[in-house]
């Protein structure tokens, strides 16, 4: 990401500069060696012309716009910009007097003298459609520069998310797996190898396996299941909980780590009436979306929604990063059930 900050000056490649030039400079002296039906006059009048515009050109792009238009100074840049015109045109005009042609406007149906008023207009308008044709493609390859540097930027952020959701996903559940743990080697459980067993599982997939920006369904369904074996190792027959998978996700690919926060929600603000915590989690895939929904037992009387935490803020992030305004998501108390319901356009491996 740091590498993406330095490079904020686009600068487009010395060979296309030479494409450009040399393809404009070869029509430009087929078409008036073919008007005046003398190629190498025309070859020469170029020669001259050619090189001074390219000069004027220049000067505007690397001078006068990064002092004067990026600064917006318009006034200070209109009144360099026509003295910078005026000294292209005598020189353009002498150039092409001494070594040229003492005619200095032949396209012209009958003579003209220099440092006439329609001479004067006719080049000045020919230096400032040079100028604005290559400002023109310099802009647009700056802007196409910028767009992909920004996306480049959103990538980076939406990786920095990640990693930073991948460091906060579940502090306190590794602590409290901890301590759980520790009680269960105290009392010489028999439940205390499976749950180390189902907490390397997990760690690892937080930890190494997470690196890409999109990741197989069938990966995090698994990883969920493995969360909720290791709730059931800690609270006993106190969980009761189901996975229901609609469809085939074998070649879905979804944002890593993107459910969890919700069940984890689950267990933070799931009643436990009668020693119980129910909890229902559904993958369902219809019209090219994925519908995610996980619902838990809720007490509304014991129990207080409040604004979710960290790792639900991060999720939102991540999905409008990921799908601007593409996805619902709802939340939702009904019959002491408490529901989140999330809707993203699927994206598929092959």
């Known amino acids: 990401m740091i590498n993406i900050l330095k490079n ?10 030479f494409i450009f030039w040399g393809s404009y ?5 087929i078409r008036w060696g073919s008007y005046y039906e003398d190629y190498w006059y025309s070859f020469k ?9 390219m000069i004027l050109v220049y000067i505007n792009i690397y001078f006068l716009f990064p002092k ?31 070594f040229i042609n003492e005619n200095v406007w032949p396209e012209s149906s009958s003579p003209q003298k220099a440092y006439s008023f329609n ?15 290559v400002t023109t493609i310099k802009l647009t390859a700056d802007w196409i520069f910028e767009k992909k540097r920004t996306e480049q930027l959103q990538k980076a952020q939406l990786r920095s998310e990640l990693n930073f959701l991948k460091a906060q996903i ?24 499976e749950v180390i067993l189902k907490l390397s599982e997990i760690m690892q997939y937080v930890l190494y396996e997470v690196k890409e920006s999109k990741i197989r369904l069938l990966k995090e369904v698994n990883y969920i299941h493995s969360y909720l074996q290791l709730e059931k190792l800690r609270f006993g027959d106190a969980v009761k909980s189901e996975i229901i998978i609609s469809g085939n996700i074998d070649d879905t690919l979804v944002p890593p780590l993107l ?47 409040t604004k979710h935490g960290i790792g639900i803020e991060n999720v939102k992030r991540r999905l409008s990063l990921l799908y601007s305004d593409n996805f619902k998501l709802k939340t939702a108390i009904v019959k002491n059930k408490y529901a989140v319901e999330l809707i993203i356009p699927l994206v598929n491996e092959n």
């Open 8 to 17: 904020t000056n686009f600068r487009i490649p010395l060979k296309y500069h």
């Open 45 to 53: 009048s170029n020669l001259v012309t050619f090189t001074l515009s």
């Open 170 to 193: 579940q502090p306190h559940f590794f602590f409290n797996t901890l301590n759980t743990l520790y009680a269960l080697t105290i009392e010489k459980s028999d439940n205390a190898p």
């Open 25 to 29: 400079f070869t029509f430009n002296v």
């Open 68 to 98: 004067f238009i990026h600064k917006k100074r318009y006034f200070s840049y209109l009144i360099y910009f026509t003295l910078t015109l005026c000294i292209f045109y005598v020189v353009r005009t002498e150039l092409i007097y001494y």
């Open 259 to 305: 459910f969890l926060p919700f069940i984890e929600n689950c267990f933070k603000h799931g009643t436990k009436d009668n020693d119980i915590i129910e909890v229902s989690i559904t993958f369902e895939i219809k019209n090219e979306e994925l519908l995610f929904c996980v619902k838990n037992n809720f007490n509304e009387e014991s129990n207080v929604v």
């Open 119 to 133: 001479h004067i207009v006719i080049v000045f308008l020919i230096g400032i459609y040079d100028v604005g044709l």
